[in-house]
């Protein structure tokens, strides 16, 4: 190989003539060896960073400790050591911080973000296998919902961009190539319309896609409720505002998006009577008029179907939740 590219460079700095000339046939299999050359080369250099990556990511992730000692390692490289700041600078920068980011529900934030981090290393690295994937995305915000008490106060950093993370640029994944690909785990519009759904719109996954929808439902109003406690003092137990509007609004769009769905996919008489009972139940719904003509129309064969997998569109940022203020550094 060291032999062709001498013979390459003599090639390609041979002096230029005043006219254009075209590649000959061994110029192109020269060039062809090449471009082989240094894609198996930057292929074996990237997998090298993904693993070094990946070792540490899952030593992290072990304690909410040693997520927190990372993240102040990624920190100090990433805006002191890279920027040519001094050691005191980065001392500084952590008694200001501290009580920001050296709090029990940062740390166990910073846990479930690597965790994450991990998840789309994975995807990035072996895309055909992203339809097995969902799975352990919809297990992943499982485990964040349970911690959801411990994570009060920090659960926004769930909401950025994993690859934004100090995490992922002191690693050098964070140009990492992925594509619909949801890159933060309470993004649950981009979890469910880029990942998980897609791939479950089939007859024979008809039963998993239901339960898909359903829990998609369950995880957004628990996000909701856990994460906007009602206001104290009105002298019974009631919602909080962003909870009453789920209950109201988004609930019953999420309901009849789910009947659509599986009509399409192919449980046209069961999502038929189900949305029928829910235009009854719904009679006064924002959405009525919108609902009863996509009905109409469904029934007349005149929407198309939702897209399965390999053709959605790339997942958005979505709501999903209740607003939180910034708890990021």
Same mark, same amino acid.
């Given at each position: 190989?060291?032999?062709?590219?001498?013979?390459?460079?003599?090639?390609?700095?041979?002096?230029?003539?005043?006219?254009?000339?075209?590649?000959?046939?061994?110029?192109?299999?020269?060039?062809?060896?090449?471009?082989?050359?240094?894609?198996?080369?930057?292929?074996?250099?990237?997998?090298?960073?993904?693993?070094?990556?990946?070792?540490?990511?899952?030593?992290?992730?072990?304690?909410?400790?040693?997520?927190?000692?990372?993240?102040?390692?990624?920190?100090?490289?990433?805006?002191?050591?890279?920027?040519?700041?001094?050691?005191?600078?980065?001392?500084?920068?952590?008694? @200001?911080?501290?009580?920001?980011?050296?709090?029990?529900? &940062?740390?166990?934030?910073? +846990?479930? /973000? !690597?965790? =994450?981090?991990?998840?789309?290393?994975?995807?990035?690295?072996?895309?055909?296998?992203?339809?097995?994937?969902?799975?352990?995305?919809?297990?992943?915000?499982?485990?964040?919902?349970?911690?959801?008490?411990?994570?009060?106060?920090?659960?926004?950093?769930?909401?950025?961009?994993?690859?934004?993370?100090?995490?992922?640029?002191?690693?050098?994944?964070?140009?990492?190539?992925?594509?619909?690909?949801?890159?933060?785990?309470?993004?649950?519009?981009?979890?469910?319309?880029?990942?998980?759904?897609?791939?479950?719109?089939?007859?024979?996954?008809?039963?998993?896609?239901?339960?898909?929808?359903?829990?998609?439902?369950?995880?957004?109003?628990?996000?909701?409720?856990?994460?906007?406690?009602?206001?104290?003092?009105?002298? @019974?137990?009631?919602?909080?505002?962003?909870?009453?509007? &789920?209950?109201?609004?988004? +609930?019953? /769009? !999420?309901? =009849?998006?789910?009947?659509?769905?599986?009509?399409?996919?192919?449980?046209?008489?069961?999502?038929?009577?189900?949305?029928?009972?829910?235009?009854?139940?719904?009679?006064?719904?924002?959405?009525?008029?919108?609902?009863?003509?996509?009905?109409?129309?469904?029934?007349?064969?005149?929407?198309?179907?939702?897209?399965?997998?390999?053709?959605?569109?790339?997942?958005?940022?979505?709501?999903?939740?209740?607003?939180?203020?910034?708890?990021?550094?």
């Amino acid at each position: 190989m060291k032999t062709t590219f001498l013979f390459l460079l003599a090639l390609l700095t041979l002096p230029v003539s005043s006219e254009p000339e075209k590649l000959s046939a061994l110029d192109v299999q020269l060039l062809l060896d090449k471009i082989k050359e240094l894609r198996e080369g930057s292929q074996k250099r990237i997998g090298a960073r993904y693993t070094t990556a990946h070792s540490a990511f899952r030593a992290a992730i072990q304690s909410d400790a040693a997520a927190h000692a990372l993240f102040l390692n990624c920190t100090e490289k990433v805006q002191f050591e890279d920027r040519q700041k001094s050691s005191s600078e980065f001392r500084d920068w952590k008694r @200001r911080h501290k009580d920001r980011t050296d709090t029990p529900p &940062f740390r166990r934030a910073l +846990r479930h /973000q !690597l965790n =994450w981090l991990l998840l789309t290393l994975q995807a990035a690295s072996d895309p055909k296998e992203r339809d097995k994937i969902w799975s352990k995305a919809l297990d992943h915000i499982d485990t964040i919902l349970k911690d959801a008490k411990d994570l009060e106060g920090s659960q926004q950093l769930l909401r950025q961009n994993v690859l934004d993370s100090v995490f992922a640029e002191a690693y050098s994944v964070d140009n990492i190539d992925i594509t619909d690909w949801p890159t933060s785990p309470l993004n649950l519009d981009a979890v469910y319309e880029g990942l998980v759904l897609p791939s479950l719109r089939q007859v024979k996954t008809l039963g998993q896609l239901e339960q898909a929808w359903e829990r998609r439902i369950l995880h957004e109003g628990t996000m909701i409720e856990i994460w906007n406690k009602p206001k104290k003092g009105l002298g @019974r137990s009631e919602h909080s505002a962003p909870m009453e509007k &789920f209950l109201e609004v988004r +609930r019953p /769009q !999420l309901q =009849w998006q789910k009947e659509l769905d599986l009509f399409y996919v192919g449980d046209q008489k069961g999502a038929s009577l189900r949305m029928l009972k829910h235009l009854e139940t719904h009679p006064s719904h924002r959405d009525i008029a919108t609902w009863i003509a996509e009905f109409q129309a469904a029934v007349k064969g005149q929407i198309a179907p939702p897209p399965p997998a390999g053709e959605s569109k790339a997942p958005g940022e979505g709501a999903g939740s209740g607003e939180e203020p910034g708890n990021a550094p």
